[in-house]
Nanobody
Framework: QVQVVESGGGLVQPGGSLRLSCTAS????????MGWYRQAPGKQRELVGT???????NYADSVKGRFTIARDNAKNTVYLQMNSLKPEDTAVYYC?????????????WGQGTQVTVSS
């Protein structure tokens, strides 16, 4: 079982910045593909971005150029740096840890952290 815990959410003004952190348990964190997702009220959960074990990143069009994902394998932690925040970025942000076991994807989720962008 992999434990995933997010932190760093809060209230920020439009145009501001925030950094989320996510820690996942396990001695093989380096092989996990880590992802950030978000869910706004009344909407489906959507992908924000991912970072592979080789540190290849992928972002949703809505956050490209504003958000950056990085990982520190020594700390079992992945980060989501969010700049130039907009009110539409308001959502609960979830961290996902994924790896493949016997060709079956294994997904583990955190409980989420609230990000509110408002003046």
């Amino acid at each position: 079982q992999v434990q995933v815990v997010e932190s760093g959410g809060g209230l920020v003004q439009p145009g501001g910045s925030l950094r989320l952190s996510c820690t996942a348990s396990g001695s093989v964190f380096s092989i996990y593909t880590m992802g950030w997702y978000r869910q706004a009220p009344g909407k489906q959960r959507e992908l924000v971005g991912t970072i592979s074990s080789r540190e290849n990143t992928n972002y949703a069009d809505s956050v490209k150029g504003r958000f950056t994902i990085a990982r520190d394998n020594a700390k079992n932690t992945v980060y989501l740096q969010m700049n130039s925040l907009k009110p539409e970025d308001t959502a609960v942000y979830y961290c996902n840890a994924r790896f493949t076991l016997l060709n079956i994807p294994q997904d583990y989720w955190g409980q989420g952290t609230q990000v509110t962008v408002s003046s």
